[in-house]
């Protein structure tokens, strides 16, 4: 563990175990609404982030992560530990995506999260069992990913992937 790290501006959130919980208490928020587009933006940004929140705390000096020259252009360590990460959970792919679409107001023609209408009223059915409206990602081939069980995929991972660290 790294005993310098210490964010100066995240509030009481001191670690990455504090920025999972953070993942954690956004997720509760979107599983009582699952329509509401903040909680779903808001549980993928801090799921890709703790990419950032690990890397800071547990790899930055890691020798594998470190900045370095291929050609003439530069790779940051914390590019190479991202693509690390994403080979281990590639559903961080769609976090990321999802992150910087809705930081830069990306246009992106290959992959667009859309509600899908579902052929249930989520007030009667669960949607977890039935069809649904929902958030879903269209890949390039238009074919539909359900949001929130790639989220789940990653909460999943975070939670293993930290416990491996403590």
Same mark, same amino acid.
């Given at each position: 563990?790294?005993?310098?790290?210490?964010?100066?501006?995240?509030?009481?959130?001191?670690?990455?175990?504090?920025?999972?919980?953070?993942?954690?208490?956004?997720?509760?928020?979107?599983?009582?609404?699952?329509?509401?587009?903040?909680?779903?933006?808001?549980?993928?940004?801090?799921?890709?982030?703790?990419?950032?929140?690990?890397?800071?705390?547990?790899?930055?000096?890691? &020798?594998?992560?470190?900045?370095? =020259?291929?050609?003439?252009? #530069?790779?940051?360590?914390?590019? *190479?530990?991202?693509?690390? !990460?994403?080979?281990?959970?590639?559903?961080?792919?769609?976090?990321?995506?999802?992150?910087?679409?809705?930081?830069?107001?990306?246009?992106?023609?290959?992959?667009?999260?859309?509600?899908?209408?579902?052929?249930?009223?989520?007030?009667?059915?669960?949607?977890?069992?039935?069809?649904?409206?929902?958030?879903?990602?269209?890949?390039?081939?238009? &074919?539909?990913?359900?949001?929130? =069980?790639?989220?789940?995929? #990653?909460?999943?991972?975070?939670? *293993?992937?930290?416990?491996? !660290?403590?």
């Amino acid at each position: 563990m790294n005993n310098n790290f210490l964010p100066s501006n995240s509030f009481e959130i001191a670690n990455s175990k504090g920025f999972l919980k953070k993942l954690s208490d956004e997720y509760g928020d979107f599983d009582k609404a699952h329509l509401n587009p903040r909680f779903a933006i808001n549980c993928a940004i801090t799921s890709w982030h703790l990419t950032d929140w690990t890397y800071e705390e547990f790899y930055k000096k890691d &020798e594998r992560f470190q900045d370095s =020259k291929e050609g003439k252009k #530069t790779v940051s360590g914390i590019s *190479k530990y991202q693509e690390f !990460l994403k080979e281990s959970c590639p559903e961080l792919e769609y976090m990321r995506m999802i992150t910087n679409g809705s930081k830069h107001c990306k246009v992106n023609q290959k992959h667009r999260t859309i509600v899908s209408t579902g052929d249930f009223s989520s007030g009667d059915f669960s949607r977890h069992d039935f069809a649904v409206p929902r958030f879903v990602i269209t890949n390039e081939n238009s &074919e539909e990913i359900d949001f929130e =069980k790639l989220l789940l995929v #990653t909460i999943d991972f975070w939670k *293993k992937f930290l416990n491996r !660290l403590s």
